[in-house]
């Protein structure tokens, strides 16, 4: 592993974190960087290097990505109706994609701000290299949440080197969290500081934008690997060795029935940064268990 938390600390969660990316049409493939007055204040940030610039798309270039995406939506459309002509079940080419409503067209349609910070507020101290326009080729950026702070992590592909302690924040400077549903596989996050400026994030997952918004707002309790049973933790390891390489950390929480559950991200294969969550719920020696009512 390439990083550890403090010995007084338990690890909650740690998934991939940097800047989304807007999908709108007037706004897609874009981010910008606003302050309370909508400015653009990213040549404003110290430190940062120089990035790209965005506009708003034409209507000419929203015509044409919208072709694109029906073109690309289409065949596994067309595909599985005709695999499922004679009643066939199932959809051998993937389910379609469908994102919902924007939850606020100010900020997701008729403009993307990934960052909303007056001068001296929070939100400017986070890491340049959450951005993946700015960061160097191969170099990603991770999320960690534990029971003290927030912390971002930055590692390079194919080297087994130590992660680069980006940024960290104590927990009581977090003051909100918000699963931003209308995004890329609804995995976007939007954390707000205690002083209201804000970051929206891509954290590869809709189960892990959930479980960070869970975890920071209490409505899901941790459980250390030590308060587990004997037979808890064989299930525990059996569990991990039938992963996949790469797997994370399990995270670990105690449903209000009390069976817990056990997840751990694995990287997918299906797209860069985004990751498959493996789960498995357990009794108390272990067992197999099914969720009792109010447990999901």
């Known amino acids: 592993m390439d990083w550890y938390p403090y010995r007084d600390e338990d690890l909650l969660l740690r998934t991939t974190g940097k800047f989304a990316t807007g999908i709108a049409p007037a706004v897609a493939g ?5 302050d309370a007055d909508r400015n653009d204040i ?3 940030l110290i430190g940062w290097p120089e990035g790209p610039t965005y506009s708003l798309h034409t209507t000419g270039d929203r015509v044409a990505r919208r072709t694109g995406r029906a073109f690309l939506v289409g065949i596994p459309v067309i595909a599985n109706i005709i695999a499922n002509i004679g009643g066939a079940a199932g959809s051998p080419f993937g389910d379609v ?11 997701e349609v008729e403009d993307f701000p990934v960052m909303w910070a007056a001068p001296g507020t929070l939100a400017r101290t986070v890491p340049w290299q959450l951005d993946p326009a700015r960061r160097p080729e191969g170099y990603s950026t991770d999320l960690v949440l534990t029971s003290r702070r927030l912390l971002f992590l930055g590692t390079r592909s194919g080297t087994l080197d130590k992660a680069d302690e980006l940024a960290e924040f104590p927990r009581d400077v977090i003051a909100e969290a918000q699963q931003m549903k209308y ?5 976007d996050v939007r954390l707000t500081f205690t002083d209201r400026s804000w970051i929206r994030l891509f954290t590869g997952n809709p189960d892990s934008a959930e479980r960070m918004c869970q975890l920071l707002s209490g409505a899901v309790r941790t459980v250390s690997e030590s308060e587990l049973s004997t037979g808890q933790r064989d299930r525990v390891t059996r569990f991990l060795a039938e992963l996949p390489t790469g797997a994370q950390s399990p995270l670990l929480t105690r449903l209000p029935s009390g069976i817990v559950r056990v997840e751990a991200l694995v990287p997918s294969k299906a797209a860069k940064d985004v990751h498959d ?9 272990g067992e197999a268990a099914k969720p009792q009512p109010g447990d999901l």
């Not at 874009?30 to 606003?34: G, L």
């Not at 995004?183 to 995995?187: G, H, I, K, P, Y």
């Open 97 to 107: 994609q469908v994102r919902g409503k924007p939850e606020e067209p100010e900020n």
């Open 277 to 285: 969550t493996h789960s498995t719920l357990m009794g108390p020696s």
């Open 42 to 44: 990213q040549t404003d």
């Open 183 to 187: 995004s890329e596989v609804e995995a």
């Open 30 to 34: 874009s981010r910008w960087f606003r």
